[in-house]
């Protein structure tokens, strides 16, 4: 199978499967699978539960209370290795946006427990006589996630406590050596946003996108282990690897059509443009519906 919006419709599937909607204050702040629900029954201090939902006990009345209890079921489920192990970045619990966070859960735990998750996506270019090219990055085979893939220059998850443009300067450090200076110059280009069923849970991301022109003498070194190699490669080139093939890290493929979408590469003469256009920004208010998931 070819074509753009397949990789939407991927990274978007219809539910098949009972999720229950786990509530704050009686807000839905994520949703949680029956068997992963069965594990957390034994924490009887911090959760409660009805036959169709799961809340969090309304004796944790504050931000410090909350993230301080679901850090120890956290701790204590990797321990037990019913989740991945512990990294000791907090995510955040919000009904909506970053800023709307109730309290954090560590980033390990954020998918088991269906909250929508932040990252960061930047795309880095070059534009020449012969038109943009593109840095793309192909994942280290020895990564739990689509190892060898190919990635966006830079990308990483976004912690709650590091403001967009400090954990952006971080990450751009990290996975790409691009200096802070410049780092400082990306472009915030709008959210990409989808709902996705994976092994471990429902995940309900934003990612914020970027885009950095670097200069030509620009060349991405990896710092952290998680980039074996970076390309830079033609925009069309990029365009037929998302087109044509499953190369790309699943939600990778959103950000760089959203890069073909703005740089006029994939215009509205496209019989799928209307469908990306859309199907790119799933809305926020989704989480909002959760009652329903399984229904």
């Known amino acids: 199978m070819t074509g753009y919006f397949r990789h939407v419709a991927a990274c978007n599937p219809p539910l098949d499967e009972v999720f229950l909607p786990w509530r704050i204050d009686a807000q839905v702040v994520g949703c949680i699978r029956p068997a992963f629900a069965r594990h957390l029954r034994r924490f009887s201090d911090t959760f409660q539960f009805d036959d169709d939902e799961m809340r969090l006990d309304p004796g944790l009345r504050d931000f410090a209370a909350r993230s301080a209890a679901l850090e120890q ?10 989740i991945t192990p512990f990294l000791g970045e907090p995510y955040a619990v919000t009904p909506g946006g970053r800023e709307n966070a109730v309290c954090v859960v560590d980033r390990a735990a954020a998918a088991y427990f269906g909250v929508r ?11 020449g006589a012969d038109g943009i090219r593109m840095w793309v990055g192909r994942r280290a085979r020895d990564r739990l996630l689509f190892p060898g893939a190919l990635d966006n220059m830079v990308a990483g998850g976004l912690p709650h406590t590091l403001t967009l443009e400090e954990n952006l300067v971080k990450e751009s450090a990290e996975e790409a050596a691009v200096p802070e200076q410049l780092a400082r110059k990306a472009v915030p280009v709008g959210a990409i946003s989808y709902n996705r069923v994976t092994q471990r849970g429902y995940r309900r991301d934003v990612l914020y ?17 998680e980039v074996e190699e970076f390309m830079l490669l033609p925009l069309a080139e990029i365009a037929a690897i998302v087109r044509e093939t499953d190369d790309f890290k699943m939600n990778c493929n959103l950000v760089v059509i959203d890069f073909l979408i703005r ?31 399984g229904a």
């Open 73 to 82: 079921v956290a701790r204590e489920l990797a321990a037990a290795e019913i």
């Open 117 to 127: 998750s932040f990252g960061q996506h930047l795309n880095g270019y070059v534009r």
């Open 209 to 225: 996108c970027y885009d950095l022109e670097v200069p030509d003498d620009f060349v991405p070194c990896n710092m952290d282990g």
């Open 263 to 293: 740089h006029g590469w994939l215009g509205p003469e496209s019989p799928e443009y209307l469908a990306l256009v859309t199907g790119l920004r799933n809305p926020l208010a989704a989480a909002d519906n959760l009652v329903s998931v």
